[in-house]
């Protein structure tokens, strides 16, 4: 179970310490699911949603040519 306080601002998941560390010694990150062209492209720069979903590399100012 999953409890869900909004007014407290509390998230709390229902399972014991022993059951958490088991899940965490036995989790593997997912494989990515690409390798090349514009998912990986997606993967890697593209910020999340409280940050405008942008490309990361578009953040910084653009310098003038010569530069």
Not at 11 to 25: F, N, Q, S, V, Y
């Amino acid at each position: 179970m999953i409890e869900l306080d909004v007014y407290a601002r509390r998230l709390h998941l229902d399972i014991g310490d022993a059951e958490l560390a088991a899940r965490k010694a036995a989790w593997q990150p997912p494989k990515q699911p690409f390798e090349r062209g514009v998912g990986v492209m997606h993967q890697l720069h593209v910020t999340q949603a409280n940050k405008g979903c942008d490309f990361d590399f578009l953040e910084e100012p653009l310098k003038p040519v010569g530069s």
